[in-house]
C-alpha cells in the first residue's frame, strides 16, 4: 500500500473518531434544570401582548406578541410595550433573566425594577449574548410584568428573552452549554500561542496567518461564552467579537495563498484587500451605527465569505507548488474539505431544523453529533493546518541540515585553502627574503657605481674649469706668439714687448690654474658676476687686440651657478670668436626679458657653418640644458640676406636661477 494511501486512512479514522465521539455536550450530564427538589428554569414565552407607541394609556388595543409579531420586529423602529402577568414562583431566590434586547425598562405593576440604556447615545451591546438578571419575591407571582422597549430594527429572538429560575441554576445551564466552547476555545488559543512562538523564533508570513486564524478562532469560541459575563465585565467585549469572523476568513484567505504560493497573485490580492476593508468599514460602522453594525454582518458578510471560499478553491486548482509543497498542499486540501462538509451540514441542520427535530428527540445522540460538528469541523481543519505547519517547520530543517552540511564542506574547503594560503605566503616571504638579499646587494653595487660617476662628474668639471680659464690665456698667448713670430721675419729681431707679453699671459694662466684648484678646494667668496664680466672684456681687449662693445644689465638674485654659466659662456665665445673665427669685433648683450635672462654674443669673424661643437662649447650646452635653459649657435645675417660671423645666443630662466651651485 502506498504511503499516500496510508495516510488518507488514517487521516479518515481520525475525522470519524472525532466527528463521532468527541462530543462533550453528549456526555455532559445534564439535571433538566431541576436542581434536586426545586423546581426548573421556566421561559416565559407565553401570554405576552405588545403595543406599539409612546404609551398606552386605558383603552388602547394591545395584540398578542406570538410568532406573526416576532417576524414584524426585523422592520420595526421605535417604542413597543409588552406585558404579562407573572406566574407562580417556586424558587427560594428567583430571578428573571432578560435578553436579546438593547434599549428596555422592566416594571412589576407600573413600578420601574430595572432600566438599561434608555438613554439617547450609541450602545455597544450584543444583545443575542447579554443577560439582565433582575432579582424579585416569590411573593410577586401574579403581578404585572410590563417591558418598555425601544426597538431599531433588530431580530427578535424568543428563545433567548425572558428567563425565570435560581441564579446557580442558571449558571449551571449556561456552563453546560458553554463547556464545549470552552474546550475548543482552549485549544485554538494554545495553537495560536504556539504560532506565535514559531513567529518569535522565524519571521515568516504564514506562521503570521495561522496566528491569526488560530486566535481569532480561539477568542471567538471563548466570547461566544454566555457564561463568561458571570465571572468578568465583557459587555463592550461581546459587542465587538463579531469583527473577528471577518477577521478569520481574512486569516483563512491568506493563509492559504501563502501556502499555495499565490499570495502574491492578483486575484488572492483583491480577496485579501476586500476583506480587510470590509472589516475595517464594519468596525467603523460598529462605533456609528450598531443598526447598520449587523447589517454588515447579516447583509455582506455571507457573501464575501461565499467569495474567498470560491478563490481558495479557485487556488486550490490553479496553482500547484513544486513538489517539496506538495504534502503541505495535500494537508491544505483535507482541511478545506472538511470545513466545507461540516459547514454544509450545519447550514443543513439550522433550515431543516424542524424536520428534524423528531429525529433530534428520539436519539439524542444524532443531536448532539450535529450539534458539534461545525466546532468538530473547526477543530480537524485547525489539526490540518498544524500539519501544514508541521511539515513547513520539517522541510525548513531538512534545508538547515542540508546547508549546514554544505556549509561543513565548505569549510572544509576554507581550512584545505587557509593551510594553502600559510603555505603559498610561507614560500612568497622565503621569495622576498631573496629579493631583499638581492635588492640590498643592488643598491650596494648602485652607490659604489653612483660614486663612480660622482668621481667621474668632479673630473669633468675640473677639466671644464682648467679648460674655461686657461684656454682664454693661452690663446691670447698664441696670439702675440704669433704676431711677435710676424714681427721677428720682417725687422729681424725679436720684439722684447710681445715677449713681455706672452710671458705675462703664461703666468697669468699660471695663476689662474692655482685659483681654480683652491677653488676645487675650498668655498671661497665669489667676486661680482658684473665685475668679472667687465675685468674678462677688458683683459681681452688689451690683449687679443680686438675690440668689444658691451651692454650688461643683470638682474638681483642670480644664483651662483648661473653666474659660472653667464661668466664661463661668455669667455668660451671670446675664445672661439678669436681663435677660430679670427674676428676683430665682438658685441656683446646681456639683459632681463621677462621672466628669462638673454645672452648674445656676436663676432665679425668667419661663418659658424656646421661645424661639430668642441670640448668648450660642448660642455657649456650641458650646463645651459642643466639650468633649464636654450642654446644656440649660427651665423649672423649681413646686408643682403647672406651669414656673416658667428651669434651665441643662450636664455636662461630666472626663476630657477635661484639655487647655488654646490
Not at 475548543?184 to 495560536?192: D, E, K, R, W
Not at 684656454?471 to 702675440?480: F, K, M, N, Y
Not at 676683430?584 to 663676432?603: A, I, M, Q, V
Amino acid at each position: 500500500m502506498k504511503r499516500s494511501t496510508t495516510s488518507l486512512l488514517v487521516w479518515l479514522f481520525a475525522c470519524a473518531i472525532i466527528l463521532g465521539l468527541f462530543l462533550p455536550s453528549f456526555f455532559i450530564k445534564r439535571n433538566d434544570y431541576l436542581g434536586g427538589q426545586r423546581s426548573p428554569l421556566a421561559a416565559l414565552l407565553k401570554n405576552w401582548e405588545v403595543y406599539y407607541g409612546q404609551n398606552p394609556v386605558a383603552g388602547d388595543t394591545w395584540k398578542t406578541f406570538g410568532e406573526a409579531e416576532w417576524k414584524k420586529m426585523s422592520h420595526y423602529e421605535g417604542t413597543l410595550w409588552v406585558r404579562r402577568t407573572l406566574p407562580e414562583l417556586h424558587w427560594e431566590n428567583p430571578y428573571l433573566y432578560l435578553g436579546g434586547m438593547n434599549r428596555f425598562e422592566a416594571y412589576l405593576d407600573g413600578k420601574s425594577v430595572y432600566r438599561f440604556h434608555m438613554e439617547p447615545g450609541l450602545v455597544w451591546n450584543h444583545f443575542l449574548v447579554k443577560l439582565h438578571p433582575i432579582r424579585i419575591n416569590p411573593e410577586d407571582h401574579g403581578k404585572e410584568l410590563t417591558l418598555r422597549m425601544k426597538w431599531d430594527r433588530l431580530p427578535f429572538t424568543a428563545s433567548f428573552w425572558v428567563f425565570a429560575g435560581d441564579p446557580d441554576q442558571m449558571l449551571n445551564l449556561m456552563l453546560q452549554s458553554d463547556l464545549p466552547r470552552y474546550i475548543y476555545s482552549v485549544l485554538y488559543l494554545t495553537v495560536g500561542l504556539v504560532g506565535i512562538a514559531l513567529l518569535a523564533r522565524r519571521k515568516e508570513r504564514l506562521y503570521v496567518w495561522f496566528t491569526l486564524l488560530a486566535l481569532s478562532a480561539g477568542l471567538g469560541l471563548l466570547l461566544q461564552c454566555i457564561s463568561l459575563q458571570w465571572f468578568v465585565k465583557v459587555e463592550a467585549l461581546y459587542y465587538w467579537k463579531d469583527l473577528l469572523l471577518p477577521f478569520g476568513v481574512y486569516a483563512f484567505t491568506g493563509l492559504y495563498g501563502e501556502v499555495l504560493g499565490a499570495s502574491r497573485r492578483h486575484l488572492v490580492q483583491i480577496t485579501k484587500n476586500t476583506l480587510f476593508l470590509y472589516t475595517i468599514a464594519t468596525l467603523c460602522a460598529g462605533i456609528w451605527s450598531p443598526t447598520w453594525y449587523w447589517k454588515m454582518f447579516s447583509d455582506v458578510l455571507p457573501f464575501l465569505a461565499i467569495a474567498a471560499m470560491g478563490v481558495v478553491t479557485y487556488a486550490l486548482v490553479r496553482y500547484r507548488k513544486d513538489t517539496q509543497g506538495q504534502n503541505e498542499r495535500k494537508w491544505l486540501l483535507r482541511g478545506y474539505v472538511i470545513l466545507v462538509v461540516c459547514g454544509l451540514v450545519h447550514i443543513i441542520s439550522i433550515y431543516f431544523y424542524n424536520p428534524l427535530l423528531r429525529i433530534f428527540s428520539l436519539w439524542p445522540y444524532i443531536n448532539a453529533l450535529i450539534a458539534n460538528v461545525l466546532p468538530n469541523g473547526l477543530l480537524l481543519f485547525m489539526l490540518c493546518m498544524v500539519m501544514v505547519l508541521i511539515n513547513r517547520v520539517g522541510r525548513v530543517y531538512r534545508e538547515s541540515e542540508r546547508n549546514a552540511n554544505e556549509l561543513m564542506v565548505k569549510n572544509s574547503e576554507l581550512e584545505q585553502f587557509h593551510r594553502n594560503l600559510e603555505q603559498l605566503v610561507d614560500i612568497r616571504t622565503k621569495e622576498l627574503e631573496e629579493a631583499s638579499l638581492s635588492l640590498s646587494v643592488t643598491l650596494r653595487e648602485k652607490a659604489e657605481t653612483l660614486a663612480e660617476v660622482s668621481v667621474l662628474e668632479e673630473r669633468n668639471r675640473i677639466a671644464h674649469e682648467m679648460h674655461d680659464v686657461v684656454g682664454h690665456t693661452l690663446t691670447a698667448a698664441i696670439v702675440q706668439l704669433e704676431a711677435g713670430k710676424k714681427l721677428a721675419a720682417r725687422e729681424g729681431n725679436l720684439p722684447m714687448d710681445k715677449l713681455e707679453t706672452v710671458s705675462a699671459l703664461v703666468r697669468k694662466g699660471l695663476d689662474d690654474i692655482r685659483k681654480t684648484v683652491r677653488l676645487l678646494k675650498t668655498d671661497n667668496t665669489p667676486v661680482k658676476l658684473e665685475s668679472a664680466l667687465q675685468e674678462l672684456i677688458r683683459d681681452t681687449i688689451e690683449s687679443m687686440e680686438v675690440a668689444i662693445e658691451a651692454n650688461i644689465e643683470i638682474p638681483s638674485g642670480l644664483g651662483r651657478l648661473t653666474e659660472q654659466v653667464i661668466y664661463h659662456a661668455l669667455q668660451e665665445g671670446l675664445t672661439n670668436g678669436i681663435r677660430h673665427a679670427r674676428c676683430s669685433l665682438f658685441r656683446y648683450t646681456l639683459r632681463p626679458n621677462g621672466d628669462h635672462l638673454e645672452f648674445k654674443l656676436w663676432n665679425d669673424g668667419a661663418p659658424y657653418g656646421y661645424s661639430k661643437p668642441g670640448f668648450g662649447l660642448t660642455t657649456m650646452m650641458e650646463r645651459v640644458h642643466l639650468l633649464g635653459g636654450t642654446i644656440s649657435v649660427g651665423s649672423g645675417k649681413g646686408d643682403g640676406g647672406f651669414p656673416v660671423g658667428c651669434e651665441l645666443t643662450i636664455t636662461l630662466p630666472l626663476q630657477l636661477s635661484l639655487p647655488s651651485a654646490p
